[in-house]
């Protein structure tokens, strides 16, 4: 536009805009919001004191909500700098306690994924770090979308609880070496308030906010090593292989520069992940798994994330030992032991660890859904089986629905199965007979059968190391 001047350009420098918005009312002495907004929607970059002094307006309530929806959608069309990101990321951590576990006897790691069906990972990966010598303070989620997150699956665990106070969780984690709790209100509280914003101004898939809204609440956590599992695929928040790629090299990229050591694995969320998806009956697979049994992929990849976090820290020296020795401890039951100390740490019934069918929450209604033809299964839809167990009671569509935890998919075949005409497919569990029904044809349908097997794809696409440096928006 001829003759404008971009009101980034105005000669205010950083500092004076920070010290303006900071010692208001009125916060805008020097600058006002909308000329940052302006400033993100023409391209220009924010400076690291205008995001921080933004977010902390936002934060006490000096900032509206339509202001800050705006700067959300700016920076959904234009993007920000590896610079803004980092400076986005700080300024929600910021916004609440900042957990510190400099001195601790063991190295602090943890690992977060994005998400998928049937990812019960966080369940063994916690005790088998644990049982390898590392700390694990994992502050984790619930789910909101198709099936429930970690909590919801650990919440199924008759007495388990997953809200400790901080002071308790540090306690629970130096006795048993991992503890696994909800998000406070006092850890990362910018980010709660922006997600929910975001999540109803269209805003959530912007790769500099997905990035510091993650990041924001692990760095807050205080472990010094990161590991993240981004999925992608059709039962993933990332679709494709590039939106996970770009995502996983901001996560990795951000990380390292706030002093952490991080990788990512890139996953495949196409197909589900082991026989069963829900929660109880998560638990109860992701027990087997911590006896030596269980699905072959849920193994391989707790294994793959649990290693990277004992190369990432140099309790392991190479990837052979890693495998070796961590393998070693999910056959021998060690492991499994300390998942049992950590559920009696948090006030569950640890017997769930030797007889999960006894003392899990049980459905009131089962049904096998039987093989309409014989051949070889070539594909699992993960979308079509997660609006299924979200339809058995399994998942929320509202933050505040409430979930049953016996509800969900078990016995599921998975790619590469040969199967009979009328072998069962999977195992529907719900409330009563009628919902299970009503779903036993969207069941069916997310299962293809063949003349010809067709291998599974590889489940670890790739591996994204903290030396990322692509640029990202
Ligand atoms: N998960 C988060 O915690 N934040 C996002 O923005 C998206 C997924």
């Known amino acids: 536009m001829a003759g404008y001047e971009a009101p980034g350009d105005i000669p205010l420098t950083a500092g004076e805009s920070a010290i303006a918005l900071r010692h208001g009312p009125p916060y805008y002495f020097g600058v006002i919001p909308q000329w940052l907004i302006e400033k993100k929607r023409d391209g220009h970059a924010l400076t690291p004191e205008e995001i921080h002094v933004f977010v902390q307006a936002y934060t006490a309530g000096e900032l509206p909500d339509y202001q800050m929806s705006a700067l959300a959608m700016a920076i959904y069309f234009r993007g920000m700098t590896a610079v803004e990101t980092a400076a986005l990321t700080d300024a929600l951590m910021r916004s609440g306690d900042v957990l510190d576990f400099s001195g601790w006897p063991r190295p602090t790691a943890d690992k977060h994924s994005t998400g998928g069906m049937g990812d019960k990972i966080s369940l063994i990966l916690a005790p088998l770090a644990a049982s390898a010598g590392l700390a694990v303070p994992m502050i984790s989620g619930r789910g909101l979308g198709l099936t429930g997150g970690t909590l919801d699956k650990l919440d199924s665990i008759p007495g388990f609880d997953s809200r400790l106070s901080i002071e308790a969780f540090r ?97 495949d ?93 049980q459905p009131g209604a089962s049904l096998d859904v039987p093989a309409p033809r014989a051949g070889h299964v070539v594909f699992v839809d993960a979308e079509k089986i997660g609006r299924v167990v979200l339809q058995l009671g399994a998942g929320r569509r509202r933050t505040d629905d409430a979930i049953d935890p016996a509800a969900g998919i078990s016995a599921l075949v998975q790619c590469g199965d040969t199967i009979a005409r009328r072998q069962p497919l999977l195992r529907l569990h719900a409330r009563n007979t009628a919902m299970i029904e009503s779903l036993r044809a969207a069941a069916a349908d997310a299962i293809e059968i063949a003349d010809e097997p067709r291998p599974r794809p590889p489940l670890i696409l790739e591996t994204i190391h903290e030396n990322a440096t692509k640029p990202f928006r």
């Not at 205080?222 to 292989?241: E, H, I, Q």
């Not at 499994?336 to 019934?349: I, K, Y």
């Open 171 to 267: 306690r629970v984690l130096a006795e048993t070496g991992c503890a696994i709790i909800g998000q406070t209100d006092r850890l990362a509280p910018a980010d709660r308030k922006l997600y929910a914003l975001r999540d109803v101004t269209a805003t959530v898939p912007s790769i500099p906010l997905i990035t510091a809204s993650i990041l924001s609440k692990k760095l807050a956590e205080g472990a010094s090593t990161l590991v993240f599992d981004v999925m992608c695929g059709r039962g993933a928040f990332m679709r494709t292989r590039e939106q996970a790629q770009c995502l996983a090299t901001s996560l990795c990229h951000i990380g390292r520069n706030s002093g952490r050591r991080v990788s990512a694995l890139i996953t």
């Open 269 to 361: 969320m196409e197909q589900p992940l082991g026989r069963t998806v829900g929660n109880a009956v998560e638990v109860a697979e992701a027990v087997e798994v911590l006896h030596g049994r269980g699905p072959a992929d849920v193994r391989a990849l707790t294994l793959a994330l649990t290693a990277q976090m004992t190369l990432l820290t140099s309790v392991h020296a190479d990837a052979a030992v890693a495998a070796r020795e961590l393998s070693a401890r999910l056959d021998d039951g060690r492991a499994l032991e300390v998942f049992r100390r950590m559920v009696t740490a948090q006030g569950g019934n640890a017997r769930v660890a030797d007889d999960p069918s006894r003392h899990l929450p």
